[in-house]
């Protein structure tokens, strides 16, 4: 998106969906209200009409069905989506539906996928909003590090025969929310050649928090934390020998998820090599900055968000609480394997803390890696500086009392 803007984008502190929305994006709906619904959309009829499209591909997984129903059910009975959310959303699902089946028949036709070994991985952890993607950009810079550009994670599948189309079929989506959500970069940066965080891996299998953010679906939330999460990740780690196996690099892999947080104890199941790069920030401006992408990325879906309700909503929710159990966590494992950064210092000197996040994980910043770090920031310097305006009081929060709630986090890590 925007790849070759001159001028900054502004992102307002958001008041209502209306707001955020541009005119006929609002007549579309006005007009959707009087027309009739689409009748109740099932798991089953959406992965038939996958099916249909993607012939010969096979049955999903009945795992993943039973995840696609249980976030049906909720986007029915909490989301409340507009007509036009209504509309996204069901292309949303059938594109992920499609992209499971395609998934599963490609590890069923080349079983030796799942013999791939994967780049000993380093997984970004921390709240979003705490500048995970510009560390991940960063990381990106080094030539042993592989990361997945946003169409790789996307669409993990390579077509078969005939031209891979994957990267201009992303920046058609995202050409697409550009036009649906004019200051949306503003707040989060996207390209379809990027490197961005995995979450489209789970989507795949219908099963991850970041949900959430997308709709309010608290009864898919409370069932997915009932559920085993080796299911989502033990799926999750095929596709990533499926992407390494299709595309080999790297003798590590950077991989960003803000929900990773929830599931150390998982990851290191699954990943016994795995590495952590922790990133920290004053917990009251990070909670704004969250509450403010939560409200303008539902506001592509529906028109009743309240942004009082929504801060209380995400103090109340899974977010502190597994903030504080992370950092314990990772308190827990042995030198080498947790480098911790702070957002300020990231900001004031970035290739000096990748250098000291570097030496914490027991490993050396090359000069070629450095170069091209500082090459990316001095790049980004030269880019319209983009706005995002935001306040927890816009949120029915007070900053002192997002930060007493986290204080032991604050003390912590000086914030």
Request: proline share 5%.
């Given at each position: 998106m925007g790849s070759e803007r001159q001028k900054p984008l502004r992102a307002e502190q958001?008041?209502?969906?209306?707001?955020?929305?541009?005119?006929?994006?609002?007549?579309?709906?006005?007009?959707?209200?009087v027309l009739p619904s689409f009748g109740t959309p099932s798991a089953e009829a959406w992965f038939e009409k996958a099916k249909r499209k993607n012939p010969g591909v096979g049955d999903p997984r009945p795992e993943t069905l039973a995840?696609?129903?249980?976030?049906?059910?909720?986007?029915?009975?909490?989301a409340q989506l507009s007509f036009s959310g209504r509309i996204a959303a069901q292309m949303d699902c059938l594109r992920m539906a499609g992209q499971h089946l395609l998934i599963e028949q490609a590890i069923r036709e080349t079983p030796e996928i799942l013999d791939t070994q994967i780049p000993s991985p380093i997984f970004l952890i921390g709240w979003m909003r705490t500048g995970t993607t510009f560390v991940h950009r960063l990381l990106a810079q080094d030539p042993d590090t592989r990361t997945m550009p946003y169409w790789e994670s996307m669409y993990p599948v390579p077509p078969k025969t005939g031209k891979d189309h994957r990267a201009e079929e992303l920046a058609h989506v995202l050409k697409q929310l550009e036009a649906i959500s004019p200051t949306y970069e503003a707040i989060h940066p996207m390209g379809a050649h990027e490197p961005e965080e995995c979450v489209a891996l789970f989507t795949n299998v219908f099963r991850t928090l970041q949900y959430n953010v997308q709709y309010r679906v608290p009864s898919y939330v409370e069932w997915l934390q009932g559920q085993d999460p080796r299911v989502a990740y033990g799926q999750y780690r095929q596709q990533l020998q499926l992407v390494q196996f299709h595309r080999p690099h790297g003798i590590r892999f950077a991989l960003k998820d803000p929900t990773h947080s929830v599931f150390l104890d998982t990851?290191?199941?699954?990943?016994?090599?795995?590495?952590?790069?922790?990133?920290?920030?004053?917990?009251?401006?990070?909670?704004?900055?969250?509450?403010?992408?939560?409200?303008?990325?539902?506001?592509?879906?529906?028109?009743?968000?309240d942004p009082l309700a929504l801060g209380p909503e995400l103090m109340s929710s899974y977010l502190p609480g597994s903030l504080e159990r992370a950092v314990e966590f990772v308190d827990g494992l042995p030198a080498g394997r947790v480098?911790?950064?702070?957002?300020?210092?990231?900001?004031?000197?970035?290739?000096?803390?990748?250098?000291?996040?570097?030496?914490?994980?027991?490993?050396?910043?090359?000069?070629?890696?450095?170069?091209?770090?500082?090459?990316?920031?001095?790049?980004?310097?030269?880019?319209?500086?983009?706005?995002?305006?935001?306040?927890?009081?816009?949120?029915g929060l007070r900053a002192e009392g997002v930060r007493d709630r986290l204080s032991g986090y604050c003390q912590r890590f000086d914030l």
């Open positions: 958001f008041t209502t969906a209306r707001n955020a929305q541009p005119w006929w994006y609002r007549a579309t709906n006005r007009v959707g209200r995840a696609l129903e249980a976030l049906l059910h909720s986007v029915r009975e909490d990851i290191l199941e699954l990943f016994p090599d795995a590495r952590f790069v922790f990133t920290h920030r004053d917990p009251a401006t990070t909670m704004s900055s969250l509450c403010s992408l939560y409200a303008y990325t539902r506001a592509l879906f529906s028109d009743d968000i480098a911790h950064i702070r957002h300020a210092d990231v900001r004031s000197d970035p290739v000096g803390a990748m250098a000291r996040a570097y030496r914490d994980l027991g490993m050396e910043l090359g000069e070629q890696a450095r170069t091209a770090m500082r090459d990316m920031v001095d790049g980004e310097s030269l880019k319209p500086r983009d706005i995002h305006v935001h306040s927890p009081e816009g949120f």
